[in-house]
């Protein structure tokens, strides 16, 4: 049986998931994870309940923690397609990474500006967010994406099928060209495909 500890992960991080009740990882994340350490781009096939979220956040949050950021532009941008997946990712985030120091927000629209605001001024790791909220914030130089290491696109597929083509697209051109990206979608349609030729690296493909 393979352990988290095997797959890479730091003691705070196996720790953090012993006390979550974690035994082994799943499938996806035992492919996952090793990938994302390493800094591989990733395009990934997985549904819900598959937990491809913990396959993203454990490798990326330990990679984050290795260069000790100060959380004053994010490093990690996380886009899902509803806001309860934002609160769900972020809820994810902040319980893995509560051991390394990290912070996370969630950016939905239909929330208030001010309140995203404040955070995103105070500084934060982490942000997931939709996409729409998200461009609104960068237009409105409220989020930088000049510190990114990494973007996950989390459910691209919806993320598509919400409409949301041309904000992936101008929000995958604002940020760095130098990071490392990766994809999940339930269905690997060619418009996924196409997303995942321009804006993905050589990826390992699960
Ligand atoms: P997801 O597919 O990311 O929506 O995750 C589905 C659920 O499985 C979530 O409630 C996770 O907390 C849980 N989970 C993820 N990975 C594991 C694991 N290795 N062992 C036990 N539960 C897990």
Redesign the pocket.
């Known amino acids: 049986m393979t352990s988290f500890a095997d797959l890479g992960l730091s003691a705070p991080l196996v720790e953090a998931l012993t006390g ?7 499938p996806i ?1 035992a492919d996952a994870i090793p990938a994302l350490l390493a800094g591989r781009d990733l395009l990934g096939q997985a549904a ?7 396959a993203f956040a454990l490798p990326l949050l330990q990679r984050l923690a290795a260069t000790r950021p100060v959380p004053l532009r994010p490093a990690l941008l996380v886009l899902v397609p509803t806001r309860e997946l934002a609160m769900q990712v972020s809820e ?1 985030f902040h319980k893995y990474g509560r051991a390394l120091g990290t912070s996370v927000v969630p950016i939905y629209g239909g929330q208030a500006f001010s309140q995203q605001i404040k955070i995103l001024r105070r500084g934060v790791h982490v942000v997931v967010a939709t996409p729409g909220r998200a461009l609104d914030h960068i237009r409105r130089k409220t989020l930088n994406l000049q510190g990114l290491a990494a973007i996950v696109l989390d459910e691209a597929d919806e993320m598509l099928d919400m409409g949301f083509a041309e904000e992936l697209e101008s929000i995958l051109s604002t940020a760095p060209a130098v990071r490392q990206t990766a994809l999940f979608s339930a269905t690997l349609p060619p418009r996924i495909t196409i997303i995942g030729e321009r804006h993905l690296k050589n990826p390992v493909r699960i």
């Open positions: 979550l009740g974690y035994e082994e990882p799943t994340q819900t309940g598959t937990g491809k979220t913990a994810a």
